[in-house]
C-alpha cells in the first residue's frame, strides 16, 4: 500500500471520530433507553391484549385512570417514576396482590414505562371527604404528624396539597379513601413491604388515625 497515502487515511477517521464524539457528548442525555411512548400506553390500557390475557387496565381502574371503584386507586396523574415502581414490585415479593401481581408478570418493561407515562399525563380526579366528624383529625394528622408516636406530617413528603414530587413521593390527594386505608393498613402490617418509610409511619398508627387521614386525604387538591 501506498505509504503516503497512509496518514492521510487516518488522520480523516481521527477527525470522524473526534466529530463523532463530540455529537454523541451532546446528545448523551437523551441516550440510554428507549424514551416511553404514552400513546402505546394508551393503548394497553384501555384494550389489554388478549392474546398474552392481559386484562384492560380501564376494566378496574377507570378511563384516564379515574377510578370509580374505591378499592381500586385512582391512577390518573400518578408519577410515571412511582407508577413503574409499583409494577415492577408487584412482579416480585415486595408488593403482593392476588389481582396485580399475575397480571404485572405480563408486562414487559418497556409496557410498564409506557402505562406510566400515559397515566402521568392524565388529570388527577378529584374526591372528597365523606366523615364531618374526623375531619380535624385527619387534618392534623397529615399536617402536624402525632408527637407522641414520632409520627411525622404526611404534608412533609406528599406535600401539602397532596401533590407528591415527582420521582420520589406519590401523589396521594384526592385517592379513595378505601385504598388509602387498605394501603396504610398493608404497610403496617408488612403485607405491603416496597415503602420501608411508610411502614415506620404506618406502625404506630390506630385504625381510627388511619381512617381519620385517609378520609381528610380524599379531599385534598
Ligand atoms: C381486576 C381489577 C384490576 C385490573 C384489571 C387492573 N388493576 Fe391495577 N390495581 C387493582 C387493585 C385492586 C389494586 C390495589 C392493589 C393493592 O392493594 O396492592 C391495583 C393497584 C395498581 C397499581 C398501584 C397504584 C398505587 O397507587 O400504588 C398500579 C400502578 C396498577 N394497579 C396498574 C394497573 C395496570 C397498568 C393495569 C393493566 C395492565 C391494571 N392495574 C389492571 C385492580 C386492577
Ligand atoms: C418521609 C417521607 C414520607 C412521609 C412523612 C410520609 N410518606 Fe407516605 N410515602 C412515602 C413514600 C416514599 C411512598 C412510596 C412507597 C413505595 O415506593 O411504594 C409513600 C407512599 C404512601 C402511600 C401509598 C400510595 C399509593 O398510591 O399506594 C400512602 C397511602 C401514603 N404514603 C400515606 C402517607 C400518610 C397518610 C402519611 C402521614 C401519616 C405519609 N404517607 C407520610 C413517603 C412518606
Redesign the pocket.
Known sequence: MNRAFFPVVTSFFVAVLALSSVAYAADAPKAGPAKADPAKGEA??TN?DAARN????????GAAGA?T?S?????GG?HAA???K??TN?QGAD???P??SP??K??TDD??KN??AY?DAQAAKPGAARNKDTLDLGKKIYRGGIAEKSVPACAGCHSPNGAGIPAQF???GG?HQD?TV??LT?FRSG??KNGPMMTTIAKDMSDDEIKAVADYIAGLK
Open positions: 394497553l390500557y389489554g392481559i386484562t384492560a387496565c380501564v376494566s378496574c381502574h377510578s371503584i378499592t381500586n386507586p385512582k391512577l400518578q412511582y407508577i413503574h409499583q409494577l408487584f408488593r403482593n396482590n389481582i396485580m397480571l404485572a405480563l408486562l409496557e410498564m402505562i406510566a397515566l406519590p401523589r396521594i385517592q385504598y387498605a394501603e398493608n403485607v405491603r
